[in-house]
């Protein structure tokens, strides 16, 4: 490995095992998941207060009249939320079980005078209290966003649940009453008024003590998510940019991805020395860093340790995508995280390019048949663009986005055109139109962030939808041609995910395993691109240099996974705002872009 990275020491090897969950922590979580169970068990089914389980549930929280079936069912609903916040140590959600347990256990004394009820609630308080120094873990970011999102998950359970306890009392319903009437009377009892459907006895009192429960944890809820504190996600100050920038100018050439950290979306946390630094973004819980650390390669450990500290100190999961092999070397030598080749970059050397030979065909046929109908390219610095021009681009790359959402994270930079940014490169098409456009006569853009002083990293690819197929091949051969010129000798282009597996598994030879894992990763090229980036990008013969996810442990990866597709965009659990509404609202020259706008869709 190069740069002479030195042996971790004692102190590192203790702490850099990252966030794992504690034992008592993890305990609990449980225990306060399955008594949350059992209490909703408890007051929504009838058979179940009447079944050997209720001896257990006798003693756990709640109770079995009309307005203990709402207590017990509240309790639950109360602990299962709890639940995973304690696993992860949260302090907050430490405190909330603090306060509901003693409440529980009042609540059952006085109403049902039930000693062992009131105690097994005070034993689960036990070990909160005796290990209350191991739930510290600080909050995650968060917006005003959780509160609706909390609304709408609670009140769809809460109508779920509510039509589950409406309808599991059938002998004492009188009359027969529809789906209709039913969720009518849901929708009522959440408000605390009657509804249609009646029942014999007490059972209309339980029901509705029960419905109104449910509404009243939705409400409160939403109220104290909307109302709290906000803790926003950390962005990069313009002091911080400016340490990434003096950074970059001396050792920006080692990892393609360097610049990509100039995201101003992410937080960085910087080595003792300040001579390196991680970038990362968190999303559900996962600290996620992308590509190498940034600085001296002597200086990585120290950036890697402040970044494990912080993952500690929230409970956050650390991971990191894309980073080279010996990035990933690193990484597991100084946290004891472990490995896993997750695809290859494709690197394009500017001297060994060019469009002689038969294996470049295809890209030469193509690239000479757009230019007869009369398509011309222009490569050139951001700062040799005018601003009106800039603006025009800008304009497009938005217009022409192919998604709704935002895409991008550990490749691409988020903005076109900024002030600081001139180095970067813009490859433009353009093509005379009868009636032009809203544009002129541009028609595709592709955006390279700069590599170090010798080399660019493909950023983003737009298209006008209506323009000839090709524009993406056109616009890469074209800033390959003009590479010399600006003193490039390397380009990187796409990430191909699991590149090695479809290549090797479509050869002769390839075993039955490796057939059956091409065969499904083609399946998932209809969703993601995956097959068809990778012959995308194999058309212009690169190298192949291996990229790698580092994590803490095998169960680790689906969370990882989920997380990396939130950054990258692919999954959008927000709701957005109109478009129109989201032009007024962002500045003009921060037109966003991602990921999934380097791939070939229109290739």
Same mark, same amino acid.
């Given at each position: ?49 009447? $079944?050997?389980?209720?001896? /257990?549930?006798? #003693? *756990?929280? !709640?109770? =079995? +009249? ?111 009453? $529809?789906?209709?009437?039913? /969720?009518?009377? #849901? *929708?009522? !009892?959440? =408000? +605390? ?130 980073c080279s092999e010996t990035g990933g070397e690193v990484w597991t030598r100084e946290t004891g995280l472990d490995a896993l080749e997750l695809g290859d970059e494709a690197v394009v050397d500017v001297a060994d390019f060019s469009l002689a030979g038969r294996a470049m065909r295809n890209v030469r046929q193509m690239v000479k048949r757009i230019e007869r109908a009369g398509y011309e390219t222009r490569v050139r610095r951001v700062r040799d663009l005018g601003e009106a021009e800039l603006e025009r681009i800008r304009r497009a790359a938005e217009d022409w986005r192919g998604t709704d959402t935002e895409r991008g994270f550990s490749m691409a930079l988020g903005r076109v055109g900024d002030a600081s940014d001139g180095d970067c490169l813009i490859a433009t098409a353009h093509k005379a139109d009868e009636v032009p456009g809203p544009y002129g006569d541009l028609k595709a853009i592709l955006h390279f962030v700069p590599w170090g002083t010798d080399g660019a990293s493909l950023d983003l690819m737009r298209r006008d939808r209506a323009a000839d197929p090709g524009m993406n091949e056109l616009l890469i051969v074209a800033a390959l041609q003009a590479a010399p010129r600006f003193g490039i000798t390397r380009v990187s282009l796409n990430f191909a995910m699991f590149r090695s597996a ?102």
């Open positions: 490995m190069s740069g002479g990275v030195p042996i971790r020491s004692s102190r590192v090897r203790r702490l850099m095992r990252g966030p794992r969950p504690e034992s008592v922590p993890a305990l609990v979580g449980r225990a306060c998941a399955l008594v949350g169970l059992l209490d909703v068990a408890a007051g929504i089914f009838p058979r179940f207060r009447q $079944s050997r389980m209720h001896t /257990l549930a006798e #003693v *756990l929280p !709640g109770a =079995f +009249g009309p307005f203990a079936a709402a207590l017990s069912l509240s309790a639950g609903v109360l602990l299962l939320l709890l639940a995973h916040g304690l696993k992860r140590a949260k302090r907050r959600a430490w405190r909330a079980a603090v306060v509901l347990l003693p409440a529980g256990a009042v609540a059952q004394f006085v109403y049902r005078h039930s000693l062992v009820g009131a105690l097994i609630s005070l034993a689960l308080l036990v070990p909160l209290v005796v290990h209350r120094d191991q739930f510290a873990a600080l909050p995650d970011p968060r917006s005003r966003w959780r509160a609706l999102a909390n609304f709408v998950l609670m009140g769809a359970g809460s109508l779920v649940l509510g039509l589950v306890i409406v309808s599991v009392h059938p002998r004492r319903m009188i009359g027969d009453p $529809s789906l209709a009437d039913r /969720l009518t009377h #849901v *929708l009522y !009892g959440l =408000f +605390g008024f009657e509804g249609p459907v009646d029942y014999q006895g007490n059972t209309s009192w339980t029901v509705a003590f029960s419905l109104g429960a449910l509404g009243w944890i939705t409400a409160v809820t939403t109220i104290y998510l909307a109302f709290r504190p906000e803790h926003p996600a950390a962005r990069l100050t313009e002091e911080d940019e400016s340490r990434l920038r003096a950074l970059l100018e001396r050792h920006g050439g080692r990892d393609s991805l360097g610049h990509f950290a100039l995201r101003r979306d992410k937080a960085v946390v910087f080595s003792p020395s300040g001579k390196a630094a991680v970038t990362y973004r968190v999303v559900s819980g996962v600290m996620l860093a992308s590509g190498d650390p940034i600085g001296d390669v002597e200086a990585w450990p120290g950036a890697i340790e402040r970044f494990m500290d912080e993952a500690r100190a929230h409970s956050w999961t650390p991971a990191v995508m894309g479809l290549a090797r598994g479509e050869k002769i030879g390839a075993g039955p395993v490796l057939r059956a894992w091409r065969g499904l990763l083609v399946f998932l090229s209809r969703w993601f691109q995956i097959e068809s980036l990778y012959k995308f990008n194999a058309k212009f013969q690169p190298r192949w240099e291996p990229r790698f996810v580092v994590y803490r442990a095998s169960g680790d990866l689906p969370r990882i996974g989920f997380a990396a597709m939130q950054a990258e965009g692919f999954v959008n659990l927000a709701l957005p705002l109109p478009r129109f509404l989201r032009r007024r609202a962002r500045p003009a020259r921060a037109c966003a872009h991602g990921l999934a706008e380097r791939d070939v869709r229109a290739a």
